[in-house]
């Protein structure tokens, strides 16, 4: 499956480091759902390079519309984090088109059957976590 990962990155994270910590968290979320044999997405990855190169003006312009784009090309989605109204507009989406929205990396692994292996077939179950 294609999973997003959803959560705050601007917003309540004034300084640089701030939302750096919260980039961490995202992509250690990602991390963990590559692991479990699925792609991970997140909408600030795919937009952040590309407002880094068209001026920070163009933050508002090119962010929230990017990440809820890529919601159409995702099957499920991650929210995870504290408060975030671009988060939860992703979340949001993900649940009008009949689409799951977990909140934890253990609700979205109970949610999962038999995760893929990185070439796309069924690996059988290895255990309990």
């Known amino acids: 499956m294609w ?7 601007s917003y309540g994270a004034p300084a640089p480091e701030d939302r750096a910590a919260n980039l961490r968290a995202l992509n250690r979320a990602a991390a963990e759902i590559f692991e479990m044999g699925h ?3 997140i909408g600030v990855n795919m937009a952040l ?8 003006d163009t933050y508002e312009k ?14 499920a989605c991650l929210r995870i984090g504290g408060a975030s109204p671009g988060a ?10 009949g689409c799951p929205v977990f ?4 609700e979205l ?8 292996s990185r070439t796309g077939e069924r690996r059988e179950a290895e255990g309990k976590d």
């Not at 999973?3 to 990155?9: F, K, L, N, T, W």
């Not at 390079?49 to 920070?56: C, Q």
């Not at 909140?103 to 253990?106: E, G, H, K």
């Open 3 to 9: 999973i997003m990962v959803a959560g705050p990155y």
């Open 109 to 116: 692994r109970a949610a999962i059957d038999l995760p893929l």
């Open 62 to 75: 090119i962010m929230m519309p990017l990440s809820l784009s890529l919601v159409e090309r995702c099957d």
């Open 88 to 97: 939860d507009e992703e979340a949001e989406r993900f649940r009008s088109l």
């Open 103 to 106: 909140y934890s990396l253990a």
């Open 39 to 41: 792609i991970p997405l």
């Open 49 to 56: 390079p590309m407002i880094e190169a068209a001026g920070a």
